[in-house]
């Protein structure tokens, strides 16, 4: 099966009519590289039974939703974000063990 379209402004979702299988819904955006998100794809290929392989897509064709997910999980993991920086003691507790 071939991705013969894909869903990706918010307007799109109200034209789709029955028989429109062969277009992609995004899940989510996993990361971004220039002027790209790759975007991971709902739905499992019903050959390999594996999700979809993620895409690199165009910011400007990405849904205003789903930048917006992407942008409150990047501001989340910052904040979860801490180090770990191990004491002498914790140094002398590894070598003994």
Known sequence: ???RGIILSDSDDDELQAG???LFHPAKITSEKGGKYFVQW?????VTGKPWPQSLVRKEDCTDG???AWKEEQEKSKKTCMFYMPTPQH???LTVL
């Open 91 to 93: 140094l002398t507790m």
């Open 42 to 46: 709902e739905g499992k290929d019903p």
């Open 66 to 68: 789903l930048v917006e």
């Open 20 to 22: 429109d299988d062969d």
């Open 1 to 3: 099966m071939t991705r």
